[in-house]
């Protein structure tokens, strides 16, 4: 397993593991991805949040 910072282009392929991550978990609604956007957009996360 190679650990690395995220960069720009693993954008979608993050996005895709959080939808999926949480798509049947029992306390989602299912916008957990929605969150991350919101988030993400405001600045609010780490610039490495992986």
């Not at 939808?19 to 610039?47: C, P, R």
Request: a negative charge; charged letters at 30%; aromatic letters at 8%.
């Amino acid at each position: 397993m190679i650990i690395r910072k995220e960069e720009l282009k693993d954008k979608e392929e993050i996005y895709n593991l959080v939808k999926e991550a949480f798509k049947n978990a029992e306390h989602s609604d299912g916008q957990n991805i929605t969150l991350l956007i919101s988030l993400e957009t405001q600045k609010a996360l780490f610039q490495n949040y992986l």
